[in-house]
């Protein structure tokens, strides 16, 4: 499984920098992974046709370790999602 070597949460500019093993660095900002979220909840509403709307200014207050991923705590109260490395990877962002 691949994982990061160092995750990072910026509160300026509300991004999460992800450090993989291969050099590369992906950059994701917090509303794309509130909208992302892959909780049974959020994915409820996307097989109803709907898209999960983030907040202006929603931000990831907390990560906790899964092992496999992580579980967000944002800033609108919503902590159901656990992100494994594999869905974050894929989620694409801001590769450096």
Known sequence: ?????????????????????????????HGALRSAC?????????VAGDEVRAAEGVAVMDIQSMAYGVQLVFSDGHAQGIFPWAFLEALGGDAV
């Open 1 to 29: 499984m691949k994982m990061p070597v160092r995750v990072e949460l910026d509160s300026r500019t509300h991004t999460m920098t992800l450090h993989w093993p291969d050099a590369v660095t992906q950059r994701l900002s």
């Open 38 to 46: 892959p909780c049974a909840a959020c994915r409820r509403v996307r």
